[in-house]
């Protein structure tokens, strides 16, 4: 399980410590790992975990919001999938009262981006002259032929590009250790390489396992 933050244990504790309570946990404080660790925890003692969606997005006040942007400040995520609320026909949110004025959720929208874009810029350049292992992976980097690169993910999903000038071709599956040299607010740039860990083959001819429909008939002899 992936390692709770402060507050999340937190959270918790305060679950434990109250066999009968209701956790109201904000936007963006990781919920499903929270609900991971409760159902954990949960099991074995029998104990019951409800999981009921509320309205806090539909009537999202501004003391809401500014504690969703405490929430990743403190966490410090290096990337955030991040969606605006809007109503969907046909679902129970669709129909509250109070919805919050959409020009009021894309101002507020703005801002979380721009605080993510700055945390995770924050947190790339901090791996600057640091080696990363990356696994290198298709489709990652539009401009690679051009400019010379692999791109890849690293272990926490950061994506990298590895200059390969002067080097074998590197190809989907290598693990590639290499050392940022240049961060970006959605990437990190890595020009010198230290290792790499090939996969036998190629990824024309790695084996696999054969598709198709079983034969009829008795089996041969």
């Known amino acids: 399980m992936a390692r709770l933050r402060d507050y999340q244990v937190e959270t918790v504790n305060k679950f434990i410590e109250n066999p009968q309570c209701i956790q109201e946990i904000a936007t963006g404080a990781g919920k499903t790992i929270i609900t991971a660790a409760l159902c954990q925890l949960v099991e074995p003692y029998g104990r019951t975990l409800t999981i009921v969606p509320n309205k806090s997005l539909v009537t999202q006040t501004e003391e809401d919001f500014l504690a969703t942007m405490d929430v990743v400040q403190q966490a ?38 721009e605080l993510v874009n700055e945390i995770a810029w924050g947190e790339n350049r901090s791996l600057e002259g640091e080696a990363v292992e990356v696994l290198i992976a298709g489709g990652e980097g539009r401009k690679d032929e051009r400019t010379m690169r692999a791109s890849g993910r690293a272990r926490d999903n950061r994506l990298v590009h590895i200059a390969t000038e002067g080097l074998d071709p590197m190809v989907e599956g290598d693990l590639v250790t290499a050392v940022v040299t240049y961060a970006a607010p959605h990437h990190l740039v890595a020009d010198e390489v230290i290792d790499v860990y090939r996969r036998e083959g190629s990824p024309g001819t790695w084996p696999g396992v054969p598709l198709g429909m079983p034969g009829i008939g008795a089996p041969a002899t």
Request: glycine residues 2%.
């Open 76 to 113: 410090r995520f290096a990337s955030a999938f991040t969606f605006q609320y809007s109503q969907r026909p046909g679902t129970p949110a669709a129909s509250m009262p109070q919805q919050v004025d959409p020009d009021v959720v894309q101002e507020r929208y703005t801002r979380l981006v």
